[in-house]
């Protein structure tokens, strides 16, 4: 029983014995006034008959008609004349009911009422006694009609009490609870301020636990903003703010292995021409600030070109990344690039320009990011020489994209026709057992050359508003395998379609019928697809929350002030985006990172796995920095051992 509850009892027994008690003295005090009335009644009668008596004739007529005229004026339950030898002359009696009355009145409530007597005289000379005995129903029903008034009064005031009570402690109460959602909140990573209560005691709590939550939040942003300077550290150039060589080598890494994104892209570089003499020229400092004019140029010429990776792999060396881009519109992004650098117009000497060279090269999954990188570094020589921008064809996958019109007859033909299938890929914790199996959606091609992967064929998928039927065909296909298995499974669905009218209902109900095996459905969204404000995570969130499923992260690294929110929407676990990942034993920048994020997720109650671990090095680095498990090529092969 709460404190409260044993407070609103303790006030209620104690004024219901108050009631009580002056209930049962007001009882007892309306008895003794009836009990002295009825006596004297019967002491008043018995003397004014007497009286009567021994003033009028002695014969037994007389006697008679004066005891039935007290008799029957008055409540009497007898009258009795008898003579000096004791015998009975006159007696009337009456039955003494006391109707309306319950029977266990008298008996809970008894009246001692003694006969009232008196002396009938002729002279001096004794004639006889007559005794009186008031009537006592009239007074049981006056004193029960009193019963019923008083009690009904008293319970009134009871019941008053106690709802006055009740809404006092409720009162109380009202901001105990806030308090209490309050800490619950901080503890889920939202931090509420409250007003303070009104009731003066608990002031200086409430007071305690805004501090506590303001203080709170600031540390989850301080660590928030250590971890994101730390992420800058290990992957970004001090110079530009780009990215850095290494992270750049995890990019390409990931764009070359990872079945998520798009099959075939293009990689250009961009090499200023001879940075010594611009150093010797400008001088150190005004080098740096040109260098990092020209990267913030290079990034104003790339916005609205999708998922691209721009950074600086050398002193004057920029490289963009563009996947899913062909070679025409890879030549048109750079030409853009080109322009952007020339416009900052900085000139050395007397009509000579600073020059740049670029060029692009194509490549296509399972190729290794060294022969992709000796191709355009062989591309950009020949820049040089030419002076122009080289574009080079060489590694392209011959395989035909179809048009818009095309790509929605293709995946409307598939959905209809269920052509969809699921591989999976095991992410194991870090002592080599199974965590759960990543499922990935994937489609045959019409011509029977091998499949297609949802990185062929997403972002077509969302182009035409198909993403989420996709997606609901991927879960709609993971529910079915979970009778084939009792593993724990994980699948991907595209941020988009997050924010699609009816996708969220949909899922709902596609949850419903996995009943309690709802509970090994975890379900993936890419960070890299998500808005600063996370829209329709919190609702996807709820429904997962309802059926008992898990959500996850996926691609996790650049919101990451964003953890603390995630939190709040009982986030299960994060995948760590693959370029923290590449050569993560060789980068002590990533390990740090790495180590915050985990430290981090470890107090919100959150697993983080790390992505694309390819080694058993990545493999001994990650798990020695606490990450909970891996997926990658190195966890597939443990998984088959």
Known sequence: MSLLRRLWVSVVVAMGLMLVGAFAVSLLTARSYFEQQLQAQATDGAVSLALSMSQQNKDAATMELLVAALFDGGHYRAIRFADATGRVVVERT??????????????????????????????????????????????YRALWHGVLQLGSLMLAIGLFWAMAVSALLRWVRRPMEEMAE?????????????????????????????????????????????????????????????????????????????ADVPATGSLGMLRIADLATLNQKLGRARTDAWLAAVGTAL???????????????????????????????????FERAQSAVAALDLHLDEGAAMKSHAAVVAYRHDEEPGVVLARVDSALMRAEAAGALMVNGEGAMPIRVPGEGAWRELLEGALARHEFTLVDYPVLAG????????FMLRLPSRDGDGVLTAGQFMPAAVRVGLASACDLEALRLGIARLAD??????????????????????????????????????????????DANLAGLEALAEVLARHGAQLGIEHFGRQLAALPRLYAIRLAYLKLDGSFVAGLHENPGHQRLVKAIVDVARGLNVVVYAEQVHSADEWAAAAALGVGGMTGPEASRRATR
């Open 299 to 333: 990034q104003g010429s790339l916005e609205g070109g999708g998922e691209v990776s721009l950074a600086r792999v050398g002193g004057a060396e920029f490289a963009v990344l563009l996947p899913g881009l062909g070679l025409d519109e890879a030549r048109r992004v």
């Open 94 to 139: 009456q039955p003494d009911q006391a109707e309306g009355v319950p029977a266990w009145v008298p008996e809970a409530l008894p009246m001692a009422l003694r006969p009232g007597q008196a002396q009938v005289s002729d002279g001096w000379r004794q004639v006889g006694l007559v005794t009186v005995e008031a009537a006592q129903g009239y007074a």
């Open 431 to 438: 002592d080599g057992s199974l965590a759960h199996r990543e």
């Open 182 to 258: 309050q800490a619950e909140a901080i503890g889920a990573g939202q931090f509420r301020v409250l007003d303070e209560p009104k009731v003066i005691e608990l002031r200086s709590m409430a007071r305690a636990l805004n501090l506590m939550s303001e203080r709170v939040r600031t540390m989850f942003a301080e660590q928030a903003a250590r971890i994101a300077a730390l992420r800058d550290e290990g992957s970004r150039d001090p110079g530009t703010g780009l990215l850095n060589r290494a992270c750049f080598s995890g990019e390409l890494r990931r764009a070359l292995t990872d």
């Open 485 to 530: 298995s009792a593993d724990p499974v994980a699948i991907n669905v595209a941020p988009r379609s997050l924010i699609e009218p009816g996708f969220l209902e949909s899922l709902d109900v596609l949850l419903a019928t996995a009943g309690k095996d709802a509970g090994r459905i975890a379900v993936e969204v890419s960070e890299r697809g998500l």
